[in-house]
């Protein structure tokens, strides 16, 4: 089937998760930082990317993100990881149909990205963050998507905090991940520990820069 995201068309099969309005905040947010107006009106903020930025989509999944951002920001080189080889191949599909120029890297989070050729100025993510035990979740919605891409241990948490240790680690200079607002609070206290500090909250979406 296919999936409006960011007023696109993108490939959708059950070895991907389904695109939700949400994590468009992402596309928004990452324009925010590279001084563009995602509304009509609205004052280009300062740049805060440099001017032709490295953006690695990590758990990049159907590739809507990665070819979204390269689709609006087409002087950025942008990479897209994820553990799934058959979600890669559905990127793939999306990022041929859409002709957008990415860059596939099969990988568990950032492990088996060359950090020394890509130097991301900023790692954006939506991974996997749902927690199988929240009350109001109705699993039976969500059957039809693959629960690697959905369910996460440790409150949902588990894959964000390695994450931003593998970001912490490698310095990587900015990091915009989604998650559920009732978990905000908690990723927000363990990336200041990893030397995060949080610049703002818009929706699903956290801001984070290396302090």
């Known amino acids: 089937m296919n999936v409006n995201f960011y ?20 596309i928004d947010a990452v324009l925010t930082l590279a ?10 903020p300062s740049r805060e990317l440099p001017k032709n930025p490295v953006i690695l989509d990590v758990g990049t999944g159907s590739g809507c993100i990665a070819i979204t951002i390269k689709k609006e920001l087409p002087e950025a080189t942008v990479y897209a990881s994820d553990i799934s080889e058959k ?4 990127a793939k599909k999306n990022a041929s149909a859409q002709n957008a120029p ?32 929240w009350d109001w979740l109705d699993l039976n919605s969500l059957k039809k998507e693959p629960e690697i891409a959905l369910f996460a241990e440790d409150g949902g948490l588990a894959l964000i905090k390695e ?25 927000a206290l363990y990336a200041e520990k990893k030397g995060y500090l949080l610049i703002n909250i818009t929706g699903f979406i956290l801001n984070m820069r290396l302090k």
């Open 7 to 26: 007023g696109r068309d993108f490939i959708i099969t059950p070895d991907v998760l389904i695109p939700r309005p949400e994590t468009e905040q992402l």
């Open 35 to 44: 001084s563009k107006p995602f509304l009509p009106g609205i004052k280009a």
């Open 87 to 90: 979600a890669l191949k559905v």
């Open 102 to 133: 990415i860059s596939l890297i099969i990988s568990h989070l950032i492990k088996n990205v060359k950090l020394k050729r890509l130097k991301p100025d900023l790692v954006v993510a939506n991974l996997p963050y749902v927690d199988k035990t």
């Open 163 to 187: 994450l931003i240790d593998e970001a912490s680690a490698l310095k990587i200079p900015r990091l915009l991940l989604e998650a559920d607002p009732c978990q905000h609070d908690k990723i």
